[in-house]
């Protein structure tokens, strides 16, 4: 089954993690992607252990990650030669994503305005730290640091607690999902004039954008809010529990689920008025949490689950990784691809279009597997 973004040809200039992750949502949809690496290949590759071995190189899971799908020619930027093959490269591609420093592909001789107009169709996806305009424009942007600067890290961890991160690259990964979207909108905008654009995307702006919820309850309050452990800042019961074998999630999401709780545990006196309405659960969360944690911590986690999913309130268990995929919903869904190779990845979220969905491919590449064959495809 061909894929939705057959004969796109995407020519990949990024490293690490968001831009590789949207060229990697790309190459799923049956886009042609070409990485190109420097001599020394993508950082990633030697961000481990653990290692898996590509073509007789031990590469990390790191990088595994997000380059399946695509293929690899090493290019030296430092060189001319390497510059006019870049040049050629860019000039039969659809779609150019690279996330350098501002002003490095301009350094280059590869002004984006310049490569616009030189090739009007071309759609360039640069990415960056803090976008290229701004005060911060030029300073590098990581994840962590980004994850400081955001705000997340102040909404994140125990209350009273020291900041903690997101246990992934959380910005990073969604910059590579809002690349992924901005670059379909770009293509779609092409399909409509012929058109190409430039996209200028940073990881400040995407966190910032991801606040959702947090950042609005600041703008309407002027307040910011705070560290409030596994707890939700809108919702009351909306958080884990303890049962006396561990932990659950209680997320009950209106008025009706609450009283059905109630109901459950036989404590319909937790949801008199004002405890009726979520407004009052708030104001009275400190009493509420306490009266339930003290009848939680009675029976096990698969006995609240039990109760809760019979009356249709939302409930969960806490998994580690392992278990989440090895959970019955997991396998069923397919949440890992076997590669052409043998060799298994996570699958993509979009492998459930019901006419062109994503699919699994050719496995990541080593550093300049394919450049005879991309030099053929794309030159000849």
Not at 296 to 301: L, V
């Amino acid at each position: 089954m061909a894929g939705a973004l057959q004969d796109l040809r995407v020519l990949d200039l990024s490293r690490i993690l968001a831009g590789p992750f949207a060229t990697q949502n790309l190459a799923d949809l049956g886009a042609d992607v070409v990485k190109v690496e420097a001599p020394w290949g993508d950082d990633t590759r030697k961000w481990g252990p653990p290692f898996e071995e590509i073509n007789g190189e031990q590469t990390a899971a790191y990088f595994q990650s997000c380059n399946r799908g695509k293929r690899s020619i090493s290019i030296d930027f430092k060189s001319s030669e390497g510059i006019t093959l870049l040049r050629e490269l860019i000039h039969n591609a659809d779609v150019l994503v690279e996330n350098m420093k501002v002003g490095t592909l301009s350094s280059l001789g590869l002004d984006p305005n310049e490569l616009i107009l030189e090739h009007p169709k071309l759609i360039i996806c640069q990415i960056t730290g803090f976008g290229q305009t701004g005060v911060r424009a030029n300073e590098p942007g990581y994840d962590v640091a980004l994850q400081g600067m955001s705000g997340i890290m102040s909404v994140t961890g125990e209350s009273g607690g020291s900041p903690v991160k997101v246990g992934v690259a959380w910005i990073d990964v969604l910059t590579g999902f809002a690349a992924t979207s901005a670059i379909l909108a770009a293509l779609h905008h092409r399909e409509r004039t012929g058109e190409g654009q430039i996209i200028d995307l940073s990881l400040f702006d995407v966190a910032l954008m991801s606040m959702v919820n947090q950042a609005q309850n600041w703008i309407s309050s002027g307040v910011s809010p705070t560290r409030m452990g596994h707890a939700h800042p809108n919702i009351v019961p909306y958080q884990a529990f303890e049962a006396n074998d561990g932990w659950f999630i209680l997320a009950t999401g209106n008025d009706s689920q609450y009283v059905e709780v109630c109901k459950t545990i036989d404590r319909n006196d937790l949801c008199s008025p004002p405890n009726d309405t979520n407004s009052g659960r708030l104001s009275n969360r400190d009493y509420l949490i306490n009266e339930l944690q003290s009848i939680f911590i009675k029976n096990s986690i698969q006995y609240w689950l039990n109760k809760f999913t019979e009356i249709g309130v939302p409930c969960s268990p806490i998994l580690n990784i392992g278990d989440a995929f090895s959970d019955n919903q997991s396998k069923e869904r397919g949440a890992i691809w076997t590669l052409d190779d043998g060799s298994s990845s996570v699958a993509s979220a979009f492998r459930f279009l019901s006419s062109t969905p994503a699919s699994p491919g050719r496995a990541p590449p080593s550093l300049d597997e394919h450049r005879s064959e991309i030099l053929r495809d794309w030159l000849s």
